[in-house]
């Protein structure tokens, strides 16, 4: 089959279009998937670098977000037959520690992310258990449906579950281009929330508002603290949405108002945040960590896809044999939403 890997880590020149890389086998409760199109995510860069938490077997097929059809189903399956659209939940758990059983897979002991930690969609198949399929949304394209999962559900875990967001609420989201971005500003107004976004130039920033975005901020200006500051009138917001890190932390710590909830997934600039305790026990301040979701919680969102009331957002389609010059983009952060591999 036709597939990107890496053999060795590092920059993009590492990832090796193949057109005989073995197809996987389907075994007993497994699906295997033809993948039509495959998002890609800031993690597939960090798994291309090789980052050590992972621990990323080689040669690897990098991807967590896959939309495709059913190829071949396993001893055992039911319910799924050759040609059904689907698409994947990006986390593969036991079912069987005790975080799987209080419903909390992507806790799991053994968890293991699509892409990461097991092969995922850069190749034209994918073997995955049954219950990592759901249908896909007929009213998608491949390259939309595959544009929706990981972001929209890290969004929701953040927002929904962890923030426990309210009506009328401020909620600032840093970096709004982003895909998790533009996926936390649409979730923030669904939820009825004020929305202060940050983007890097005005024509992202025009797209955070035309998302639905109250206000927007360039977070390249050095006022841009005080200019959300003063956005709220000088009381701050309720919940922080972040995957930046390092460069903003402490800013928005600061710029919680009291009891205000902080809610982070990323830290692209940098892994260590300094900022003063103070703030956080004399504000009664909350600092939720989020990684991804779970499936019942993609199963919430979906309805909302298929009504049209969330919409994936793809800013561009690279064919698969173009991998390196999708993740050059990516790197280059001159793109809004989600890049998109597809499978020609």
């Not at 190829?71 to 520690?97: F, N, Q, S, T």
């Not at 024509?203 to 639905?212: D, V, Y």
Request: aromatic share 8%.
């Amino acid at each position: 089959m036709r597939a990107v890997r890496i053999h060795e880590f590092g920059g993009t020149d590492k990832l090796v279009y193949e057109e005989s890389v073995p197809e996987p086998a389907v075994g007993a409760g497994e699906v295997k998937v033809r993948v039509r199109a495959c998002a890609l995510n800031h993690l597939d860069i960090w798994v291309r670098n090789g980052i050590p938490a992972y621990k990323t077997p080689l040669p690897h097929i990098l991807g967590s977000d896959v939309a495709g059809e059913v190829a071949e189903v396993g001893d055992g399956v039911r319910g799924w037959g050759e040609g059904d659209e689907v698409i994947l939940y990006p986390v593969v758990a036991c079912g069987k520690c005790r975080f799987c059983k209080m419903g909390r897979e992507n806790l799991c002991r053994e968890v293991q992310v699509i892409g990461a930690h097991r092969a995922g969609g850069y190749a034209e198949y994918i073997v995955v258990p049954e219950r990592n399929l759901l249908y896909k949304p007929s009213n998608l394209s491949f390259e939309e449906a595959a544009a929706f999962p990981l972001v929209f559900l890290t969004a929701w875990h953040m927002l929904m579950t962890k923030a426990r967001l309210q009506p009328g609420e401020w909620v600032l989201v840093m970096g709004g281009s982003s895909g998790v971005g533009s996926a936390a500003i649409q979730i923030a107004k669904l939820r009825g929330a004020l929305v202060i976004a940050t983007a890097g130039s005005e024509a992202k920033l025009e797209r955070c508002r035309a998302l639905g975005a109250d206000f927007t901020v360039n977070h390249s200006a050095p006022e841009w603290f005080k200019q959300v500051r003063d956005t709220t009138e000088g009381e701050g917001v309720d919940v922080v949405f972040e995957h930046v890190g390092q460069a903003v932390f402490d800013s928005c710590i600061r710029l919680l108002t009291k009891g205000g909830r902080l809610v982070t997934c990323g830290a692209t600039t940098g892994a260590e945040a300094h900022f003063d305790i103070r703030y956080i026990f004399s504000r009664e301040l909350e600092i939720h960590g989020t990684y991804i979701g779970t499936r019942a919680e993609l199963e919430q969102i979906l309805p909302h896809i298929v009504a049209g009331r969330l919409k994936p957002i793809v800013d561009s389609v690279f064919d698969l044999h173009e991998a390196r010059a999708a993740h050059e983009k990516l790197e280059s952060r001159d793109f809004f939403g989600k890049i998109v591999l597809r499978m020609p």
